[in-house]
Each structure stands twice: as structure tokens, then as C-alpha cells.
């Protein structure tokens, strides 16, 4: 039998920043599981090239549409 407590505890300790990353995420690619959100991460953590782009890439992709806005 799963305990459920343990995963509620870890679920409250998520940032308001990351559920926000991750409604992101939902709305881009609602389909992703969480598998494969974790297997990007770390494919991601092994590229150290990332890690050096400048803050600006911080920031969400921008559709071609929202451009004329």
C-alpha cells in the first residue's frame, strides 16, 4: 500500500515558482508525464552549456502572434 502523507509533504514544499513552470508547461505540452519532465531535466543538468546562456533566455518563448500584440 502507497503512504500518500509522505508525496503531500513533498507537494507542499514546491515553490510558488515552479508551480507556475509547471502550469507552463501544462498548457505547452499537456500531455507530458512526469517521466519525461524529469528525464529532460536531467539531460538538461548534463549540458553545462545551458547554464551560461544569458538571463534573457530565462524567459518563455514567444509565439510569432504574440509578437503583434
Known sequence: MVNYQPIAAL???ISVDT?????QI???RP?????ELIDC????SQRPEL????P????????SSDSRV
Not at 51 to 54: D, F, G, R, W
Open 51 to 54: 547554464s551560461e546562456l544569458p
Open 41 to 44: 531535466r536531467t539531460r538538461a
Open 19 to 23: 508551480w507556475g513552470v509547471l502550469g
Open 11 to 13: 507537494v507542499n514544499q
Open 56 to 63: 534573457s533566455a530565462d524567459e518563455p518563448i514567444r509565439r
Open 31 to 35: 500531455a507530458m508525464l512526469l517521466s
Open 26 to 28: 501544462k498548457e505547452r
